[in-house]
């Protein structure tokens, strides 16, 4: 069965700092995974999907990097804004059903 | 891309009352997820809709406690039946829309019971 994990849970930085996001997933039978941002009563927002043969993928300010061998994913955002203040969700997509797994988010404050 | 909207935004409603929570797509799309989350966890799917079909639901889920319709291709409903404490979370609908790498989420909708 599945399993993802988000470390930390919460996370607090200055502004400008560069940060990484981790995820954790048990078994590496993927088809995707997918980086998503969810904002307070704006549903879930996709940042960047890995497919499973891709090593990173890159959007501006943020670049994710996917490990299928050790199970392993991050997200890095380069000089963080307030604006980035949100929950960021990591989800995998099984090769099997294709139902995605989420983890529960890692919650990011960027003080100003 | 797909544009979701959920009716209604959030909710706070008695035990023992049943909730009807709507979603509706900007476009014709044949998967429809309903998922919850609850306070401080992961989302976890609760059914998969397709048209024409009967729901799929997930361990754990029963069709008599979130009875859901999929009348046509852009709209479903869930319903949370016979509420208790324990069913306060987000509850949010899901569409793909051009494949399985393309999934949009509609903003949720958040239930508190008392």
């Known amino acids: 069965k599945q399993e993802v994990t988000q470390i930390p849970a919460a996370l607090s930085v200055p502004e400008g700092e560069n940060l990484v996001l981790n995820c954790s997933f048990t078994?590496?039978?993927?088809?995707?995974l997918q980086w998503f941002r969810q904002d307070p009563g704006k549903g879930l927002t996709s940042l960047l999907l890995i497919q499973s043969s891709q090593r990173e993928q890159t959007s501006g300010r943020l670049n994710a990097s996917l490990d299928k061998s050790s199970g392993r994913s991050t997200l890095y955002i380069a000089a963080s804004q307030p604006g980035d203040s949100a929950t960021y969700l990591c989800?995998?997509?099984?090769?099997?059903?294709?139902?995605?797994?989420f983890g529960a988010g890692t919650r990011l404050f960027v003080k100003a | 891309s797909a544009v979701i909207s959920q009716k209604p935004s959030r909710d706070i409603c008695q035990r023992g009352t049943s909730l009807t929570i709507q979603c509706q797509v900007d476009?014709?799309?044949?998967?429809m997820f309903w998922y919850r989350q609850q306070p401080g966890q992961s989302l976890t799917l609760i059914a998969t809709?397709?048209?024409?079909?009967?729901?799929?639901?997930e361990s754990g889920f029963v069709i008599d406690k979130f009875p859901i319709s999929r009348p046509n291709l852009t709209f479903s409903t869930l319903t949370v039946s016979n509420m208790s404490p324990e069913d306060s979370s987000i509850y949010l609908c899901s569409v793909e829309a051009g494949g399985p790498d393309t999934q949009y989420f509609g903003p949720g909708t958040r239930l508190t019971v008392l």
């Open positions: 809709a397709n048209q024409g079909s009967e729901a799929t639901y």
């Open positions: 989800a995998v997509m099984n090769t099997g059903g294709f139902k995605t797994i």
């Open positions: 078994d590496s039978a993927i088809y995707n």
């Open positions: 476009s014709q799309v044949t998967m």
